[in-house]
């Protein structure tokens, strides 16, 4: 899988956040301290409408 972390994580090794992979059907999400444990799968537009409401009240 193609791992990605935000462009908000933070300085040094960057490895504080979360870490996203995508897929046609699936976003796959792991904790970038522990790589090799256990991920949360969800579906596209699942991780779409939650994005979209963390912008919302972000603001």
């Known amino acids: ?3 990605r972390k935000s462009t908000y994580s933070g300085g040094g090794e960057g490895n504080t956040c979360v870490e996203i992979a995508e897929s046609v059907t699936r976003i796959v999400i792991r904790d ?3 790589p090799a444990r256990a ?3 969800v579906a596209v537009p699942a991780f779409a409408a939650f994005v979209e409401g963390v912008k919302r009240y972000s603001r």
């Open 1 to 3: 899988m193609n791992w």
């Open 32 to 34: 970038s301290k522990v």
């Open 39 to 41: 991920t949360l799968s």
